[in-house]
């Protein structure tokens, strides 16, 4: 994942200590400072580099995306391009925006969504 997932994934837990029927501040403290270990210790992040943001710029004009979700995406599609060359499983993204999940979609990942997923 990006480092800027680092952010926004702190920036989600916020949005949901403040929500109305949200989380309280220590359950948000506890998912941030669980997020952050397993940032250190079980996720790669990749810098965000120029070619990222060249492949974002693209994606912006050919799919209806932020600014911040091109760069999400644009990264994925480098990590899957990563992966399939060592020989390794597909990258399978997660994200509750639909316009990325048909985005990603679009540019073939298997993206889901975790809100549409019914319980088993």
Do not use: W
């Not at 309280?24 to 120029?50: G, K, P």
């Not at 060249?54 to 644009?74: E, F, I, M, P």
């Amino acid at each position: 994942m990006g480092e800027i997932t680092v952010a926004e994934v702190a920036a989600s837990l916020a949005a949901k200590h403040r929500a109305p029927v949200g989380i309280t501040q220590q359950e948000r403290d506890n998912a941030v400072a669980l997020f952050l270990s397993h940032c250190d210790t079980q996720y790669e992040l990749l810098a965000i580099s120029r070619s990222i943001i060249d492949r974002a710029v693209s994606l912006t004009q050919n799919h209806k995306l932020r600014g911040y979700d091109a760069v999400q995406l644009a990264t994925a599609l480098i990590a899957n391009r990563v992966l399939i060359t060592a020989g390794l499983s597909h990258l399978t993204p997660v994200a509750a925006d639909a316009d990325l999940v048909v985005a990603a979609r679009a540019e073939g990942l298997a993206a889901e969504n975790p809100n549409l997923q019914t319980p088993s």
